[in-house]
């Protein structure tokens, strides 16, 4: 999916992950950003691997990418991008440097769930990515308390912003464990 606009100083916001399946709480995230914070747009980064997970328990990337541009639904705001695949990356802070490279006029900030922020000190040169971009946590069942007393959020409370959300019930691990 190409992911250009002509209009100069758009917010986007960057969704990144495995979407292992994609579901309606990565739907839920992205439509409450896009009122909460005014964004233009918000991308699915599908990513080709998370370097955190077991390939094992991966769903082909082709499925993934399918199962979101199904769950984003007929929001013509969310696009589904499999743009880390052709950059050849596999680290956030790649493709977070390389999107600013590719567009220098566009205004990018990180949106994740609660659970993701508990991962965040694991990622590639995560101060750079807190460098780089604001990083909007929405909340989850069960991860406030955790998120909010992180290593991360407690030493860069001034580039992450808690969001205290209605939750969505879905997760990507509770889809696959029902399939099975």
Known sequence: MGLRSTKIGLKIGLLGGSFNPAHAGHLHISEIALKKLGLAQVWWLVSPQNPL???????????????????????????????????????????????????????????????????????????????????????????????VSSRAYSQYKGRITYHNIRKNPFSATGIRLTKR
């Open 53 to 147: 997970k077991p390939r094992t328990e991966m769903m082909d990337f082709e499925k993934r990418f399918a199962s979101a541009v199904k769950a984003k639904g007929q929001n013509p705001k969310i696009k589904v991008s499999d743009i880390e695949a052709k950059f050849g990356t596999r680290y956030t802070v790649d493709i977070l440097r390389r999107l600013k490279a590719k567009f220098p006029h566009y205004e990018f900030v990180w949106l994740m769930g609660a659970d993701n922020l508990l991962q965040l000190p694991k990622w590639k040169n995560w101060q750079e990515i807190l460098r780089l971009v604001p990083i909007h946590v929405f909340d989850r069942a069960q991860f406030f308390h955790q998120a």
